[in-house]
């Protein structure tokens, strides 16, 4: 079945198909909240059957049960309420107990499998959609879900229940006043319809607005530092009002139209219980139906009609519950374009020869980026990327790791495609640290340790020690256990660096991935990152992505990369001997030419 086609389909069907493995649970809670609505509307029986004993005392129904006097027979009246309301009493603590923990599930189920399915999903997907948007969706939208399943979902089977018990029980007792409260009935129903169709895409942009309110608030504080230092806090300001009153504006839309639905249905409600009232008022009167049975016409229309007031409640949680679904729905629904291939190995069973054959690759909606790329890396050697910016440096380290799919050409390591690898070995055989480097709330060593939890203590200090890192992490009053902050904001880009180069060397991979590690530390952390290069290369394949030339001067290999195609391939010595681009670049960095001359 095509995405298209699960899409297609209503809100409350892709529901109810995820809750499949739920439906004991769903089951249940139907059962419960359907005895909790028959013992419910018992209280109209009960008082019918009590005027009849009042009004007709021995000739009443209950005295043809055996019970000749009045008392006794209000006795047992008594004695039903009170197991009624016991057990009404106890299924509305099972029915509440049973919807609670089916939303408290379906919530989490939904939240884990969305955001599951998310990590596997390409980097185009997260290029293309914002951030805010998604964390939306996994917050709001499966909340807005799990207050609906809590409360909105126990509320419409016990409106219909009542409808149908109501109803039947009228029909049989008096079939012409029955009739004539059934009469707004229809009407209700072709309302309700016609206002559910037109919330549906009102509550859609609801959700889309709630969507954008919550990107903007997510990038403005990721980018406090930026806002602050241009001094640009009033015009954030601005623009998030703007994004508010879009959101405040479509829920305005929604909740005019949902606000008019209750003032019609109580009109509609009006005409049937005068209907009741008078009419069957008349006939009791004239001795035509029992005063008991009047009574409990009078009781039960109430029952009947009045829950029908909270329907333009019902229907607007419904609404919002089902745009909700229908996002949370498609996030999961969305198609993996990279699947895995599955061929299964160990890391540490790789040599970490690495070959481009013809790669051809583009981002989606741009130029050609790498074109006919050839390349090969031996197992444990040292390769050095160079090139201007926008020459495809990083998007080979994309490719290698397949966080993109190339377009035409093949990719090996040890002679094998990567596409047949299984993507989760693939990656822990590659360790990568990049220029941006991202560090988790937490201390220092959860950072060194990330993605290699079993670790020793030993193996954690050697690691620090590999990426000169010690030093510093001894100097902090809680060594290991410092907290570093959101993104590790409280140590300097320097010291994240280290961190992240620690992560990798005690990730042991045999290929392992340096993309612009150098660009932005200062020359005290560089040639720190340079001592550690010749301990942790050993035996390593190592990619040196970088724009400082000096990071690659001892590499076994350099490619310099212009426009996607290597320009120029071979050790330091040899490209300064070639009197190309490289060696115009080295001219530049040593400070013996500048950039005017070599533009000119």
């Known amino acids: 079945m095509t995405t298209e086609s699960i899409k297609s389909k209503s809100a409350l069907t892709r529901l109810l198909v995820s809750l499949k493995k739920q439906r004991l649970l769903v089951l249940s809670a139907v059962v419960c909240s359907s005895i909790n609505k028959v013992l419910d509307l018992a209280p109209p029986v009960l008082i019918g059957l009590s005027v009849d004993v009042v009004a007709r005392e021995q000739s009443s129904w209950i005295a043809s049960l055996g019970f000749s006097t009045v008392p006794s027979q209000l006795g047992i009246i008594a004695f039903v309420s009170c197991l009624i309301w016991s057990a009404e009493s106890l299924f509305e603590y099972l029915y509440g107990l049973l919807w609670r923990n089916l939303a408290q599930r379906t919530q989490h189920n939904l939240r884990i499998q969305a955001y599951e399915h998310l990590q596997q999903l390409e980097m185009a997907f997260f290029e293309e959609d914002s951030s805010g948007r998604l964390l939306a969706v996994l917050n709001d939208d499966i909340n807005q879900l799990e207050r609906f399943l809590d409360q909105g979902a126990n509320q419409i089977l016990q409106l219909i229940i009542t409808v149908l018990l109501v109803g039947s029980a009228m029909a049989f007792l008096a079939p012409g006043i029955a009739f004539l409260s059934f009469i707004p009935i229809p009407i209700i129903l072709w309302g309700s319809i016609r206002f559910q169709k037109n919330l549906a895409p009102r509550y859609k942009e609801v959700r889309e607005r709630a969507g954008d309110l919550s990107a903007r608030l997510n990038n403005n504080l990721g980018g406090i530092v930026t806002i602050k230092s241009f001094a640009t806090e009033d015009w954030e300001v601005g623009r998030l009002t703007i994004d508010s009153n879009a959101y405040q504006r479509s829920n305005r839309k929604a909740i005019k139209l949902s606000a008019a639905f209750i003032p019609l249905i109580r009109f509609a409600i009006l005409f049937a219980f005068l209907s009741i009232l008078v009419i069957g008022g008349l006939q009791a009167w004239l001795g035509e139906i029992a005063i008991g049975t009047y009574s409990f016409l009078v009781f039960i229309t109430q029952r009947l009609l009045w829950p029908l007031t909270t329907l333009g409640h019902i229907l607007d949680d419904y609404q919002r519950s089902m745009a909700s679904t229908n996002r949370v729905l498609d996030l999961i629904d969305t198609p993996i374009k990279i699947s895995s291939g599955s061929y299964k190995f160990k890391p540490n069973s790789l040599r970490g020869e690495i070959t481009f ?109 590999l990426a000169e890192a010690s030093d510093f992490i001894n100097e902090l009053p809680q060594k290991y256990q410092t907290l570093v902050g959101e993104r590790g904001q409280k140590l300097s880009g320097g010291q994240r660096q280290r961190i992240a180069l620690a992560r990798a060397i005690l990730k042991d991979a045999p290929i392992i991935i340096l993309d612009e590690a150098t660009a932005s530390v200062d020359n005290e952390t560089e040639a720190a990152i340079q001592r550690s290069l010749g301990k942790i290369t050993r035996n390593r394949t190592t990619i040196v992505i970088a724009h400082r030339l000096s990071t690659v001067r001892y590499a076994d290999q350099i490619i310099v990369l212009d426009k996607g195609k290597i320009s120029e391939e071979g050790n330091h010595e040899t490209l300064l001997k070639k009197a190309g681009l490289y060696y115009e670049l080295w001219k530049v960095q040593a400070g013996l030419q500048t950039n005017k001359d070599i533009s000119s």
Do not use: C, M, W
């Open 357 to 465: 054959n013809k790669v051809n690759f583009r981002y989606s909606n741009g130029l050609p980026l790498i074109k006919d790329l050839n390349l090969k890396i031996k197992a444990g050697s040292t390769i050095g990327v160079v090139g201007a910016t926008g020459s495809g440096k990083s998007t080979l380290v994309k490719l290698l790791l397949r966080f993109y799919s190339i377009d035409s050409g093949e990719i090996n390591i040890d002679g094998i495609s990567i596409d047949s690898f299984d993507l989760r070995d693939l990656r822990k055989s590659i360790a990568l640290v990049s220029q941006e480097v991202y560090l988790f709330h937490g201390t220092i060593e959860e950072n060194i340790t990330y993605g290699s939890e079993d670790a020793s203590k030993n193996d954690i200090y050697k690691a620090a020690g």
